[in-house]
């Protein structure tokens, strides 16, 4: 079974941050291009931000720039979100994909991902 397992989520007020983690399994995360997205109740899901370990490349959301930062541990097979000065509108599920031919160029699209995540629920609010 190939799964990519979230975790780091949480009720947090405005200003704070969080630390979400997404942890795979049954393959190595260095072969693929990674990506997190959000959805908010009723709307849209939305690229967040998109990693590609080859080129060496990192994409990010306008809404999000300069508070949010991926990375990624090969040795832990797992790649992270960092997320800073939270706002209420950042409230959302994230999630996180892989895709074999995702290379994390141009924006983030949730395009030729091959696997996601159940999704962790980030909640800002006071």
């Known amino acids: 079974q190939l799964q990519l397992v979230e975790s780091g989520g949480g009720l947090v007020q405005p200003g704070g941050s969080l630390r979400l983690s997404c942890a795979a399994s049954?393959?190595?995360?260095?072969?693929?291009?990674i990506g997190w997205f959000r959805q908010a109740p009723g709307k849209e899901r939305e690229g967040v931000s998109c990693?590609?370990?080859?080129?060496?490349?990192?994409n990010y959301a306008d809404s999000v720039k300069g508070r949010f930062t991926i990375s990624a541990d090969n040795a832990k097979n797992t790649v992270y979100l960092q997320m800073n000065r939270l706002k209420p509108e950042d409230t959302a599920v994230y999630y996180c994909?892989?895709?074999?031919?995702?290379?994390?160029?141009?924006?983030?699209?949730?395009?030729?991902?091959?696997?996601w995540g159940k999704g962790t629920l980030v909640t800002v609010s006071s």
């Open positions: 994909a892989v895709g074999k031919y995702y290379y994390c160029s141009g924006y983030v699209s949730a395009g030729g991902m091959d696997y």
């Open positions: 990693i590609y370990y080859s080129g060496g490349r990192t």
């Open positions: 049954g393959f190595t995360l260095d072969s693929y291009g």
